[in-house]
């Protein structure tokens, strides 16, 4: 892949925001969202899932845009909206940035991450059922949840014409671990691992100096001295065709 061509559209506003309703309405939610994703026009995007909310506990929610008339978009959202007991609402005309933008508050910098993602043919109850049993009691209050619908304009591309080769399986789901606990970190791999890793970590990175990335702290960190090498200065300075300065 050497290039990219886009297709621009004029866009200035849209209705856009989240649509939240009690986590015991999950199994309603999701399977109203999948109707209305099958149905839907490509001037409608819609993504679904189960969010840590405001107040703390976790909402069961969707994050819609629509593009077309304001008609058409108040049609499109009537279907989820009649299931009632919503508990946040912000659906409302946003510049196309400030849409783009709507979900940066939930990731803010310094997070601890651990995601995943599998493509879906389908999302079918036992699917559903799943998702919510594992919700239910997650060890970080920020862990979420989210189905992005694809279909539409995706689906009639042919699965031979670009490298991205999935264009019948209209569902992403996307399984988000995120906390500010750095004890959590373990829980993302097994012990045996984890000890290897951070034995690792403290032989060759001792001071923790690479630390911005999805770090694993030293076993026994301590200042990273200056003015001698560390195993991993000699091994680079020892790679063929490493030049010392």
């Known amino acids: 892949m050497t290039s990219f061509e886009y297709r621009l559209h004029p866009v200035q506003q849209a209705p856009s925001g989240i649509i939240a309703f009690p986590f015991e309405m999950a199994a309603a939610m999701l399977k109203r969202f999948r109707e209305l994703a099958a149905e839907a026009p490509d001037t409608c995007t819609w993504l679904a899932g189960i969010l840590p909310g405001p107040a703390g506990g976790k909402l069961a929610a969707v994050v819609v845009s629509h593009f077309g008339s304001e008609e058409e978009g108040q ?14 609402d912000t659906v409302a005309r946003v510049p196309y940035c400030a ?24 999302l079918r ?13 997650t ?8 189905i992005e619908y694809y279909g539409g304009a995706v689906s009639r591309v042919s699965s031979d014409a670009t490298a991205f080769e999935h264009r019948n399986s209209p569902f992403n789901l996307l399984i988000l671990a995120m906390s500010t606990n750095p004890a959590l970190d373990h829980a993302a791999y097994a012990d045996a691992r984890f000890r290897r890793l951070a034995a690792i970590k403290s032989r060759y990175d001792p001071g923790n100096l690479f630390r911005f990335n999805q770090n ?16 991993m200065d000699e091994h680079l300075h020892n790679e063929p065709g490493h030049k010392k300065n």
Do not use: C, H, T
Request: aromatic share 4%; proline share 9%.
């Open 125 to 137: 109850d036992e699917v559903i059922g799943m998702i919510i049993k594992a919700m239910r009691d």
């Open 75 to 88: 049609r499109a959202l009537r279907p989820i909206r009649e299931l009632g007991s919503i508990v946040l």
């Open 99 to 122: 849409l783009q933008q709507q979900l940066d508050a939930s990731f803010p910098k310094g997070l601890r991450s651990y995601w995943k993602s599998a493509l879906l043919n389908g």
């Open 216 to 231: 694993m702290a030293p076993r026994n960190p301590r200042p990273a001295r200056v003015g001698r090498a560390s195993p």
């Open 139 to 146: 060890p970080s209050g920020r862990d979420q949840v989210v």
